[in-house]
């Protein structure tokens, strides 16, 4: 294991990486092996591999036991069910979402021809700013998306207040926020309907997979109609859907993973704790704070860069992934200065300050069971280091050839 004298001990003018095998964020969370594959051995056995499997009911019901929840319909993912939710929901015209997002929030909603009119966010906990949200609503505005970043809540009491007076649906984006809870009740039951992610790189994984949740009868049916063509029984449309059915074999790994809930939280919550704790004294660099008091899945460390930092952030990115550290940025450059959203509205940043700085500062780093405190503190001594030797390190960091 290499130690850092002097500049050209970093991977990036050319010694050895810090770590042979890549540190990645979001690497899949897998909880018993054994169990994932007798759940699918019994599922070949049966032979029903979709369409509403035993797996996926039990899944369901296991999801809404969990959130305290009357409804949950799976699905295949998470951009698909904000798609159908989207519609049953009746959004048209405008909604009002961060742009500090996943892409997946906006397109979702463009895909159908409905507008994302873009809204800033708190510089604090990197939700939507309800203080922002009302000078955004026009008589085309339907409805507001909400998204849990980080697994933190939006202030869903002043969006709920602000939706009932002002006559819009709410819907939240919860890819990031399963088994969180805010106000002492679990994400899931908030707004109209919440909708969670779980790809291969949540906290809890299918695969690919999502759902949404709502206490809404009514919306909960007109989901499961939505998501399986319309079809009300054998030979029977009643509506217009598509397919957004989760499989089988996705159920098979959720339901696998819902018993190892607790020990992933247990894993990242150390991480957590132990970056908050070695990179405190880094001038310049902050660990976003989770909050305390809520349930919470740990499963970002965000770092946030600030502007005068001796290192900057995509400084620092380059420096880390050189020692196969693969760092993050995230949501970066904001949905605003993605297409189709930056050539229908070329001057959104104007109104975004914060969505742009944090955009700029955020730097998402490698959690999860492939690493602990060892990992955690070389990866202290990349970032400190580099800070002790900024002065030197700059001319170097500007005469090479911009990459990545
Ligand atoms: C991952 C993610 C999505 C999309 O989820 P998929 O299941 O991959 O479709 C949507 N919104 C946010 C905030 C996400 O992080």
């Not at 050319?14 to 770590?19: T, V």
């Not at 660990?287 to 001796?310: H, K």
């Amino acid at each position: 294991m290499k130690t850092l004298h002097q500049l050209n001990d970093l991977a990036l003018f050319g010694a050895p990486p810090l770590f042979a095998e890549p540190l990645h964020v979001g690497r899949p969370n897998i909880g018993n092996r054994d169990a994932i594959l007798a759940r699918l051995g019994e599922m070949l056995d049966r032979r029903w591999l979709t369409n509403n499997g035993p797996l996926v009911q039990e899944f369901e019901k296991r999801l809404a036991d969990h959130l305290g929840v009357r409804h949950c319909v799976a699905m295949c993912n998470a951009t698909v069910a904000l798609e159908i939710v989207a519609r049953a929901l009746g959004l048209a015209g405008e909604v009002i979402v961060p742009s500090f997002t996943f892409i997946a929030t906006a397109h979702a909603l463009q895909w159908q021809q409905i507008t994302p009119v873009f809204c800033d966010i708190d510089p604090v906990t990197h939700t939507l700013d309800p203080a922002r949200i009302e000078a955004l609503i026009t008589p085309r505005t339907t409805g507001i998306v909400g998204v849990h970043t980080w697994g933190t809540p939006c202030d869903t009491a002043r969006l709920t207040e602000i939706a009932r007076r002002r006559g819009l649906r709410l819907l939240f984006d919860a890819a990031h926020a399963f088994s969180c809870s805010h106000a002492g009740k679990m994400i899931g039951g908030f707004g109209d309907a919440e909708v969670f992610s779980f790809h291969a790189t949540k906290f809890l994984n299918t695969f690919e997979g999502g759902a949404v949740t709502t206490n809404d009868d009514e919306l909960a049916t007109k989901l499961r109609l939505m998501k399986n063509f319309g079809f009300a029984g054998y030979d029977n449309v009643i509506y217009i859907g598509t397919n957004g059915k989760m499989s089988e074999a996705a159920a098979a790994m959720g339901l696998s993973n819902l018993d190892y809930l607790d020990d992933f939280i247990a894993t990242n919550r150390v991480n957590y704790e132990h970056y908050r704790a070695v990179l405190k004294d880094l001038p310049g660099v902050k660990v976003y704070d989770c909050g305390e008091g809520e349930r919470r899945n740990f499963q970002y460390v965000v770092a946030e860069v600030s502007e005068d930092c001796a290192v900057s952030r995509d400084q620092f990115l380059k420096i880390l992934q050189a020692e196969n550290i693969i760092a993050r940025r995230y949501f970066y450059p904001g949905c605003h200065r993605m297409q189709p959203y930056r050539s229908h509205f070329p001057n959104a940043g104007l109104l975004l300050p914060h969505t742009e700085k944090i955009a700029r500062r955020v730097l998402v780093l490698p959690t999860g069971s492939a690493i602990g405190s060892t990992e955690i503190d070389r990866i202290r001594d990349v970032l400190a280091f580099s800070l002790a030797h900024a002065v030197e390190l700059q001319p170097r960091l500007t005469s090479e050839p911009a990459h990545g």
